[in-house]
């Protein structure tokens, strides 16, 4: 098994190698095997042909693979078995994120080894090294429709012993010649998601978003536009700005119902970096009911009335509020209390 | 060229996702709660998780069930007679998985995307519109859909044949050129295009209860169906019939309603809107909001589309101040409506019998047309109705009947009769002069007598009261009473009716009495101001005149209706104006008639009572009357059968030239089954008095009476169709099958 790599499968969020020899470097950026079999059981899991479709990859390349025809009828533990033991019993190695595999050079290093351990070959001093190999370094991006990407983003490949270039990916390919055997990396600059902490709240109840990304470096600014969601996309939006940490950028922000605001609206936002940009769900502003001294206050605002700062006990503003509003709207006892028909109407008069 | 062990790139392939759904740039969706989502299932088949993946890139998925897909409720608003239609927008995002945008495919850019727009209200999919974009740089194609465009899809002739709230609009969408398959999505979200319609409804007399101060410092409401209403005389009346609610309902008098001689109220109302009774003399809401979730099936049956609001009145008083009163309302109404989102700020009005009067002579009012899209008229007695004559001369129906003929279930049926003639309902009610057949029959206007109905309804009461049939009306005077001595006046009034009753029967004797007592008969005479001290009458006895049939009230009236009909004659109404009456099997009344039976002539009062078979001694007491009596008379129908009516007679006693005489008088009323709806006859029932369109309820024979009406099913179904303008006149409703709802038989016209 020593001296040889064979590339099982690089694609997706990780590499799997087998017949590995790695240095203990290298090693120690592998998935240990409760991690690896998560990323398995979670690829099985996804409906998704794509997914599941590596997974049959995978398992086509075990040494002791199952035959499995039908994708779409195949259990979930007849997936995830074969390679949880192969995992198990260490036959294949995860590595995280997308690399060059190093197949050829691998071959071309376990040819060597036995060279080297020959008792009657010469001395390694009275032997000329071969040059070392070059090679082609192929990357292409695309699209699911067969159409190649750019990206003027920017990007950075990194290699073996510390190399690192900048370039920009333009019509989908990253093609580099004569290039050293080893590890290659390349960082494309992406925002991953943009999300809400709840899919649904009430005005002045914080939300936080919450922006990941990958490769940017600490300190990106980022500017977060909210908007409601069935609004041209160029109308007029409340804008944040965030700067990105640990791949995480995240603001706290809540909807402040003003007087005259609406009581329920749809939001989104959309965080954009250059002419990157990530949407968010949409986030359902509700209101409390009606019965609730939050409710009232929102249905008041809503029709034009000041019930004061929001809070969940009646306060002053709110009976002063609910007054006029009981006056205005005869036969209702201007009483400055939330009372049952008060209630009733104030529900019904919001459209 | 060195690679990977299968002799490949590296290859990365970045899964596209698409986002379809509606955009509503300018106008934001509904804040109603009650806005859910609703409509048919998927546009495309669900064909398994992916279902809408062609070659590459899989789409949103629609929900599971349609009833998850969200809904846009988009108002369309109605001002001033102009649309304000809402511009709308088809956005496809087709993105990185997650909404992402990092990288981008310039193959994408500009490639075409055709949408395809469907109607899909009533589960069915009308259309489709085609509207084409293509992708810009950042994967997304907006394609706007002016107000224009908008408004063409709201022509029900149109590819989406949809109006104003039937249009649930839906898009499926196909990028062609991408790939080598077509890739094709549908829109996540739908739009409905709505407008909330206010429905003003206007009941009939008693249908609004009247709420009066007394000077005790109480509030009493008339008809008196829910004050004092409690748990335990509910369950009392169910368990007990007679006791109860029945039996405080069949003793409610009328006397502190009252109005003084000019017709005004001897106490004005608390408030100017007056509460309405809901449910026990009308089911409006409950059957307005049936009708609108049968035609509207589809929608959340919650949602206010139509927003019923009532128009209560003080039905005692002249009906012009009442017309004014809704015409003002109306126009308040406007104002505020065009402060709202999403109503249409022309309100429907919709009057049943006396409301429907009111309705009419309303629309002559300045500002009405703009005010005004639909006008629903529902058993309105156009003409009046003869049957009022026998509120005025009994109280009861058939005039003469016995005590479970009340003209109202809930009202004293005396109490109704003594306080008619001061009351300008009841001259608003009686037949006007409109009327094109003879309505009363009286020895001074006999058959041949020319057709007048003034002079018929005014020879009528003035007979019967000259013959002592009808007490003698004692009016308020109008003029030199404070408010406070008017409510005073108005808490003791069914005291002093029913000491007038009273005292009239004793009157009817008086001609005899003189005859005998020409110098008068001291115990009998201080009978009169014996019993005003005792019943503490006093203050009646003085604040009042005798009067009878109310010329000015009368001449009021006609004037109120010469104008009503002269709005009908314009024409401005013939579009707006619909009118629904019933035929019903039972009998209507169409004429009265007070006939002289007998006429006897006595050498002296002596022979009279003896013909009277009255002792002359009881006769010497000083408290008889004369004979009074209930009975029948027999009448042909229109084919010619026989049939009793009731016929209360009553003996007048007169001294003629030093002689007596006896006239026997008879009162009955003619009816004709199938002659109206038992309430209103047929030609006050159609006697609009223009172009206007108008269809029958059922048909003739059905059990619909004037009652039913309002609260049948049939007339909401056909006004919500003509609210949406889907009615036409070929589209009769006459296949009713429903039994009327005669649990609410409690009301009047």
């Not at chain 1, 590995?20 to 090693?27: A, G, L, N």
């Not at chain 2, 009057?351 to 309105?380: K, N």
């Not at chain 2, 401005?572 to 002289?596: C, G, M, N």
């Not at chain 2, 008088?665 to 369109?693: H, I």
Request: glycine share 8%.
């Amino acid at each position: 098994m020593s001296g040889r790599a064979l590339l099982l499968l690089s694609a997706g969020p990780f590499t799997v190698l087998r017949d590995f020899d790695m240095s203990p470097e290298e090693r120690a950026r592998a998935l240990d095997e409760c991690r690896a079999l998560s990323v398995v059981e979670q690829l099985a899991r996804d409906v998704r042909a794509g997914e599941r479709a590596q997974i049959l990859r995978l398992l086509a390349l075990l040494p002791r693979s199952p035959v499995l025809s039908d994708l779409w009828r195949t259990s979930y533990g007849a997936l995830v078995d074969p390679v949880r033991r192969a995992v198990r019993e260490r036959q294949v190695l995860f590595l995280p994120g997308w690399h060059w595999a190093r197949a050829e050079a691998a071959t071309a290093v376990s040819q060597a080894k036995p060279a080297a351990d020959d008792a009657a070959a010469p001395p390694a001093s009275a032997r000329r090294a071969p040059p070392p190999k070059q090679y082609d370094l192929l990357f292409e991006y695309v699209t699911d429709t067969g159409h190649p990407v750019t990206d003027e983003g920017g990007f950075e490949l990194w290699g073996p012993g510390g190399f690192i270039e900048k370039g920009k990916l333009s019509n989908g390919r990253v093609h580099r010649k004569g290039v050293v055997s080893g590890q290659y990396e390349l960082r494309v600059r992406a925002l991953t998601s943009a999300r809400w902490s709840t899919l649904s709240t009430s005005p002045f109840e914080p939300v936080r978003l919450t922006v990941r990304t990958k490769n940017l470096p600490d300190g990106t600014p980022l500017v977060i536009a909210i908007r409601p969601a069935h609004a041209a996309p160029d109308a007029a939006s409340i804008r944040l700005q965030v700067k990105v940490q640990a791949d995480c950028a995240a603001a706290t922000w809540s909807y402040e119902q003003a007087v005259g605001g609406r009581l329920r609206e749809d939001f989104e936002f959309e965080v954009t970096l250059d002419k990157k940009r990530a949407t968010s769900q949409v986030l359902r502003v509700v209101p409390h009911p009606p019965t609730t001294p939050r409710g009232a206050q929102e249905r008041l605002r809503a029709l034009g009335y000041d019930p004061g700062p929001a809070a969940d006990e009646p306060t002053a503003s709110l009976r002063a509020a609910l007054q006029r509003y009981q006056e205005d709207h005869p036969p209702l006892v201007p009483s400055g209390e939330l009372d049952p028909f008060t209630v009733d109407v104030l529900d019904s008069q919001i459209a | 060229m060195p690679s990977t062990e299968t002799g490949q790139p590296y290859r990365k392939v970045i899964e596209y996702k698409g986002v379809a759904r509606w955009l509503s740039p300018d106008v934001p969706f509904s804040q109603d709660s009650e806005a859910r989502p609703f409509g048919p299932g998927s546009l495309l088949p669900q064909a398994g998780p992916m279902p809408r993946v062609g070659s590459a890139g899989g789409f949103e998925a629609g929900p599971e069930t349609a009833a998850a897909k969200p809904v846009l409720y988009i108002p369309v608003k109605r001002q001033n007679g102009q649309e304000t239609i809402p511009s709308l927008r088809v956005r496809l995002e087709f993105r990185e998985v997650g909404r992402l945008s990092n990288i981008q495919a310039l193959a994408h850019v500009g490639a075409k995307v055709s949408f395809s727009v469907w109607n899909v209200w009533g589960n069915q999919r009308r259309g489709p519109v085609k509207l084409e974009g293509s992708l810009d740089e950042v994967g997304t194609c907006s394609v706007p859909i002016p107000a224009a465009t908008v408004k063409s899809w709201l022509d029900p002739r149109a590819e989406l044949r949809g109006r104003v709230n039937e249009i649930l609009l839906d898009f499926e969408f196909a990028i062609p050129d991408l790939t080598d398959q077509l890739i094709v999505g549908e829109s996540i979200t739908r739009i409905y295009l709505y407008r909330r319609k206010v429905l003003v409804f206007l009941p009939g007399v008693f249908g609004s209860q009247v709420n009066v101060r007394t000077p005790d410092g109480h509030t009493r409401g008339f008809p008196d169906l829910y004050t004092g209403f409690t748990l335990e005389r509910a369950l009392a009346d169910s368990l007990l019939p007679g006791a109860g609610l029945a039996q405080q309902l069949a003793t409610q008098k009328l006397g502190s309603l009252e109005c003084d001689a000019a017709g005004r109220p001897l106490i004005q109302p608390v408030k100017p809107a007056l509460f309405s009774l809901r449910g026990q003399v009308y089911d409006v809401y409950d059957d307005c909001r049936a009708a609108r979730a049968r035609y509207f099936a589809d929608l959340p049956a919650d949602f206010r589309l139509i927003e019923l609001q009532l128009f209560a009145y003080d039905w005692r008083t002249d009906l012009l101040e009442a017309a004014q009163a809704l015409a003002t309302r109306v126009a308040k109404l406007q104002a505020e409506l065009r402060e709202k989102p999403d109503t249409d700020d022309e309100v429907a009005l919709t009057g049943h019998s006396t409301g429907g009067l009111i309705m009419r002579r309303a629309l002559g009012e300045p500002g009405m047309q703009q005010r005004v899209s639909h006008a629903f008229f529902i058993s309105v007695p156009f003409r009046g109705a003869p049957k009022a004559l026998g509120v005025i001369l009994t109280g009861k129906d058939p005039p003469g009947g016995g005590p479970g003929n009340r003209m109202v279930d809930f009202v004293d049926s005396d109490s109704l009769r003594d306080a008619a003639l001061c009351m300008p309902i009841v001259y608003h009610l009686a037949p006007s002069a409109a009327y094109t057949e003879r309505v009363a029959f009286t020895p001074g206007r006999p058959p041949a007598a020319p057709i007048s109905v003034e002079e018929d309804k005014r020879d009528l009461i003035d007979t019967a009261i000259s013959a002592g049939f009808l007490p003698a009306p004692c009016f308020v005077k109008a003029s030199g009473l404070s408010d406070g001595e008017r409510a005073l006046l108005a808490s003791s009034s069914n005291d002093w009716h029913s000491f007038w009753s009273e005292a009239s029967e004793r009157l009817r004797a008086q001609e005899l009495y003189d005859a005998s007592y020409p110098h008068g008969y001291p115990e009998r005479d201080s009978w009169f101001p014996g019993e005003i001290r005792a019943r503490g009458l006093e203050a009646q006895a003085a604040a009042r005149v005798r009067g009878g049939w109310n010329l000015e009230l009368a001449a009021r009236a006609r004037q109120f209706h010469e104008q009503s009909e002269q709005v009908a004659r314009s024409g401005a109404w013939k579009d707006k104006a619909y009118v629904f009456y019933s035929i019903a099997k039972q009998p209507t009344t169409l004429s009265v008639h007070f006939e002289r039976v007998s006429e006897t002539d006595f050498a002296d009062s002596l022979a009279l009572l003896k013909d009277e078979g009255i002792p002359v001694l009881q006769f010497l007491d000083g408290d008889v009357v004369p004979a009074r009596t209930e009975e029948e008379r027999e009448i042909a129908d229109e084919r010619g059968e026989h049939h009793s009516v009731p016929a209360p007679v009553v003996h007048q006693w007169l001294r003629v030239n030093g002689r007596c005489k006896r006239i026997v008088w008879r009162l009955w009323a003619e009816s004709k089954t199938s002659g109206g709806d038992g309430t209103v006859p047929e030609e006050s029932l159609r006697g609009f008095g223009g172009d206007v369109q108008d269809q029958q309820i059922g048909k003739i024979g059905d059990k619909f009476t004037h009652l039913d009406t309002p609260n049948e099913a049939t007339v909401w179904n056909s006004i919500m169709q003509m609210l949406q303008g889907t009615w036409t006149k070929t589209k009769s409703p006459g296949s009713v099958s429903a039994e009327p709802n005669a649990a609410k038989r409690t009301g009047m016209p």
